[in-house]
């Protein structure tokens, strides 16, 4: 679609008047009333955007025509070998098998899939890289970040993942192609423009061989003109005189013809043009004019300067469509508005860039035909031919001989092995396979489709090893994928220009999770619109081995690492949802407490933290207090956690002290704009004044509080408090030892008196059975 609505604003009613002089171009007219001076008019938006055809002299836009239809001839003459050179690169690519009669009938006709192959291998790649499932915006805040321009950003990355991933609906269909046309040709184009028709912002993939520029440009910036070749039907080119974007002419009907290349492209393909539609190849060009009615005068030099118009023609009939101003109203320096944006996959020596059909087209048409050869040559010595006595015959000699047949033969001669000679065809030879082995791997190793030569052995091979061989195997497609990110960077300027156009002041818009609101006014030079990718990582693999080498590196010293953060990174790495369902929360950093909270605090012997805003002669005064407890004052190190954080405390009462102060002194303000490292010693004198009258006044209080006592003499007192304290803890552990020694001796001696029982009752019973025996030995 061409770009013609560049405002959709009402048009208001035009101003009559009886006399009007168009003055130079981009100037307001000149309007004269009768009776009144020449005043000014200050044109409209729709005037500015007005099909400039529609008021020209038939005459003079068939002659522009005409000249812009020579000047495109000549550009596309200009670089016709390199058209040829593509196109014949298309045949490379296999995806059409042809039948071959030479060197014989039904010799092979496949193609090595070494060019389709890298072609196919980076597509997958860079389009999982550059157009991710979230969307390819990411935001970055440009000066000061604040709460309003952090909102700001995200609301500008959400609003344009959701116009590039759910409005523009062709955007990633167009994007894949445009990845798989990149690598072979070496140049693609994009087109981001308004489309009036879908109400919608397009970005349209556009092939090289559809962008003609002049032969000495070397960028699209500095190209003096630029022709998108269009394809439209009659009905496409009726629509857009309905709609007021083209003159509303009759264009003869066209020849029905095509191209040479999209004659080959249609050929891989095995497509035939049946349309039955007549179809129009239309001109846009881009392109600096010096029109009769609208010219530009240097006051200087008092010559007419060429200013940025987009003219449309229709290549047939050499018919001006439109014409329309292609810079922003009141722009003196009629700086041209850029619509297209061109991806280079590798840097070539004119405008448009190398692909793989220059840098490895070569390797691939050997690989082909070294590839062929090898199964001709094993065709023949399965199939040998050779000459026959011409007095044989064979029986259903039209039919090939099938394993396991056997067929009558009429030999006049005799013997029918003397009647026949086969050719001595040889068998595929090893070298020729090993030349293609070796020009395979050639073209590999160049488009980098081969796997990451990391080795089997990365878990125990030094870290900066692994980081060199990732960045040796991918240099080339990471420098492909910078330039890709640059294009992407600047299609997304592009694009959000047109939106700044275009949206209203507000513009709410439905997501899943809620509605969601973006501004005009978001789109200023506060934020930056980047594309999501990384541009020093082109895949995965690369992505996760530089994450899994951070938390090797951090997990070696954790004590400078923030190993949460590192392991969040492989996580990322590996595309993993919801992250913080598997990682516990990091830790959160110090809150500001209130006074008990930090005396509870110190007595467990945990850091205490100032903050700046806090009330510091309140929290002064708490800890103070606390300190004058028995508690704290038998326990030196709470003593001296306390006393650390009092100091904080000091130190930032001073220092807001001293800044307000500062503040009202007009002196000081001007020295510090003029001479900030004066003002900063000065600053620190005074701060150092202020803690240490701070600090004398807090002496002051604590002795005026203790009735005037020595602070000596209260050391000293709580020194001897200390000793008393460990007397009686020894004197406690001294009676203890004793209860335990008199217990131990206690037992001692029951133990003794027991067994001197038993032993005692043992005789008894031995004197017992004596005595019975005795009684026993008398009565008998």
């Known amino acids: 679609m061409a770009i013609e609505d560049n405002n959709p604003a009402p048009i208001e009613e035009e101003i009559q008047v009886e006399e009007e002089q168009v003055g130079p171009e981009g100037t307001p007219p000149i309007v004269e009333v009768e009776g009144e001076e020449a005043m000014v008019e200050e044109p409209t938006m729709d005037d500015f955007n007005v099909n400039l ?254 200013i940025p118009y987009i003219v449309t023609i229709d290549e047939g009939s050499s018919e001006v469509l439109s014409i329309k101003r292609n810079y922003v109203l009141g722009d003196v320096n009629y700086t041209r508005v850029e619509y297209f944006t061109h991806y280079k996959f590798l840097p070539g020596t004119g405008f448009y860039g190398n692909g793989l059909i220059h840098t490895i087209g070569g390797l691939s048409r050997a690989a082909t035909i070294t590839l062929r050869q090898l199964i001709d040559a094993g065709t023949l010595k399965n199939l040998p031919a050779g000459f026959k006595a011409r007095g044989i015959r064979v029986r259903d000699d039209d039919q090939p001989i099938q394993p396991g047949e056997f067929r009558d033969v009429d030999a006049p001669g005799g013997n029918i092995r003397d009647q026949f000679f086969n050719l001595p065809f040889s068998e595929p030879s090893a070298t020729l396979f090993q030349l293609l082995g070796f020009v395979v791997q050639a073209g590999q190793k160049f488009a980098n489709i081969t796997d990451m030569d990391t080795g089997m052995d990365a878990q125990n091979r030094a870290v900066g090893t692994t980081i060199a061989l990732m960045e040796r195997g991918s240099r080339i497609m990471t420098s492909v994928h910078k330039r890709c990110y640059y294009a992407m960077r600047q299609e997304f300027k592009i694009l959000a220009r047109i939106c700044t156009e275009f949206l209203p002041p507000e513009y709410p818009y439905d997501v899943y999770g809620g509605p969601r609101q973006i501004k005009v006014s978001d789109f200023d030079q506060r934020v930056d619109i980047l594309p999501v990718a990384d541009p020093n990582i082109m895949s995965m693999a690369q992505r996760v081995t530089l994450a899994q080498t951070q938390l090797q590196i951090a997990q070696t010293n954790p004590q400078i690492h923030n190993i949460h953060e590192a392991y969040r990174r492989v996580y990322e790495s590996l595309g993993t949802k919801q992250i913080d369902a598997l990682l516990n929360p990091p830790p959160q950093p110090p809150q500001p407490m209130d006074p008990a909270k930090e005396n509870a605090r110190a007595l467990q012997m945990k850091l205490l933290t100032a903050f700046d805003q806090q009330d510091h002669d309140a929290h002064i005064a708490a800890h103070m207090a606390f300190m004058a407890s028995r508690m704290v004052q038998i326990n030196p190190m709470v003593y001296a956690l306390l006393q650390s954080h009092i100091s904080d405390h000091i130190s930032f009462k001073a220092t807001q002290e001293v800044r307000e102060q500062l503040a009202q002194d007009p002196q000081m303000m001007q020295l510090a704009q003029t001479d900030p490292q004066s003002y900063q010693i000065a600053f620190d004198k005074a701060v150092a004044t202020a803690t240490a009258e701070i600090t004398a006044e807090l002496v002051r209080q604590e002795m005026s509080s203790n009735n005037q ?72």
């Open 53 to 306: 055809a529609e008021d020209m002299d038939e005459r003079v836009l068939r002659r522009l025509g005409m000249e812009l239809i020579d000047e495109y001839k000549k550009d596309k003459e200009s670089r016709k070998d390199w058209e040829e050179a593509i196109a014949k690169g298309f045949d490379l690519l296999g995806l059409k098998y042809s039948e071959q009669t030479k060197p014989f009938r039904g010799a092979s006709g496949v193609t090595h899939p070494l060019l389709n192959e890298s072609a196919t291998q980076f597509n997958s790649i860079a389009y999982k890289e550059l157009i991710p499932s979230d969307g390819p915006v990411r935001t970055q805040i440009i000066g000061l970040q604040t709460p309003a321009t952090e909102q700001q950003a995200e609301r500008v990355k959400d609003y344009m993942n959701y116009l590039l991933m759910e409005r523009m609906e062709e955007y990633t269909t167009d994007m894949d192609q445009m990845l798989y046309y990149l690598p072979l040709q070496g140049s693609t184009f994009k087109k981001v423009y308004y489309d009036s028709f879908l109400g919608r912002p397009v970005s349209k993939f556009i092939p090289a061989f559809d962008l003609v520029v002049p032969y000495y440009a070397s960028d699209l910036k500095d190209a003096g003109r630029i022709t998108h070749v269009m394809t439209m039907t009659e009905n496409e080119i009726n629509k857009n005189m309905a709609a007021g974007f083209y003159r509303d002419i009759t264009l003869p009907q066209p020849e029905m013809q095509t191209s040479d290349m999209q004659s080959k492209i249609d050929q891989i393909e095995g497509v035939k043009n049946t349309y039955s539609d007549y179809i129009h190849n239309v001109l846009e060009m881009h392109v600096d004019l010096n029109l009769d009615d609208y010219e530009n005068f240097d006051k200087k030099t008092d010559k007419a300067i060429k």
């Open 709 to 780: 006592e020595d602070p000596l003499v209260r050391i000293k007192q709580q020194e001897i408090d200390i000793k008393a304290m460990d007397m009686q803890r020894k004197e406690k552990e001294m009676m203890f030892r004793q209860e335990n020694e008199n217990q131990r001796a206690n037992q001692k001696l029951q133990f003794e008196y027991d067994r001197l029982q038993q032993q005692d009752e043992a005789s008894d019973k031995r004197l017992q059975i004596a005595a019975e025996k005795l009684n026993i030995q008398r009565r008998g």
